[in-house]
């Protein structure tokens, strides 16, 4: 994954945090903020706030805080939030319809342009304003319009049947909610794994230990 140079890994994953707060504070109104608030809000110290702003070349001014507006369109910026990519959602099941209908793509920059099923009686239903196209139809549809992405609601088997070939259509992006480990097969593409079991477990684990 390419990132800003000696940025961590573990700094990236606390920028879309970041860019929440900031995005609330902005709609509340606020104009600038002093890392001490940001962090009592945000429940971390003000050192490792600093610590993480200043990887990017540190927005904040002694004195003044930081600039809220200003702080959270560069972190939008680094983040990529502000450009359009065109995503695929594929596996038209109950997960893929909650993922398709409750997420908010454009404000985080991507446009869902198709929705595919290997169901072909779901084929023609709407989702999110488009129809359920059969998975027969990937291969003219990317060659036509090209999209980035590809969400994938489905088992892990038909995840690891599909990837080769979204791959060589020239999907760079994975938002895997699949079990299927696309990372260490095509360490070429992005992949950003979803498991809410591991989620859950996290929880089981903080119970146990509280
Ligand atoms: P579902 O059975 O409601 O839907 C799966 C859909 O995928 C079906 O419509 C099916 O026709 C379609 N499908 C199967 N093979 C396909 C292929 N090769 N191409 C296109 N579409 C195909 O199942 P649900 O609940 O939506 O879950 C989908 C998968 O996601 C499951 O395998 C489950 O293990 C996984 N899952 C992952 C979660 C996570 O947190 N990562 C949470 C819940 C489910």
Known sequence: MSRPEGVSISVIKRLPRYYR???ELKDQGMIRISSKDLSE?????????????????GFGQQGYGYNIESL?????????????????LIGA?????????????ERRGFH???????????????????????????????????????ILCIPSIAAQELTPELVKLGIKGYWNFSHYDI??????????????????MTLSYKISNF
């Open 21 to 23: 707060f900031l995005g």
């Open 41 to 57: 809000r945000m429940g971390l110290t003000a050192s490792q706030i600093r610590q993480d702003l200043n990887c990017f070349g």
């Open 72 to 88: 959270y369109e560069e972190i939008g910026r680094i983040l990529g939030v502000n450009k359009v990519r065109k995503a695929i």
């Open 93 to 105: 099941g109950n997960l893929g319809r909650a993922v398709a209908l409750h997420m908010n793509f």
């Open 112 to 150: 869902i342009i198709g929705v595919f099923d290997k169901n072909a009686a779901l084929s023609g239903q709407i989702i999110r304003g488009l129809p359920i196209r059969h998975t027969d139809g990937i291969y003219d549809f990317c060659k036509d319009n090209s999209p980035v992405v590809a």
């Open 183 to 200: 990372a260490s097969n095509f360490p070429e593409v992005a992949v950003e794994n979803v498991h809410l079991s591991d989620s859950l």
